[in-house]
């Protein structure tokens, strides 16, 4: 293991304790009733036209 991998090991066990922190669930819990609603809503047409209108350049 290099010292880059122990690293992100750290970073992601770190990330890990906080998403089940107090703090981290509440967070979560709020953002998910703020942008729920949004993110279920359908892609417009138009945007996935464009969308694949760029990826078949």
Avoid at 31 to 55: C, G, K, S, T, Y
């Amino acid at each position: 293991m290099t010292a880059g991998d122990k690293r992100k090991s750290s970073v992601s066990d770190t990330r890990e304790e906080e998403k089940d922190s107090p703090f981290g669930i509440w967070l979560s819990r709020g953002l998910h009733q703020l942008f729920d609603d949004v993110a279920n809503e359908p892609i417009p047409d138009e945007l996935l036209r464009l969308i694949e209108e760029d990826r078949n350049k």
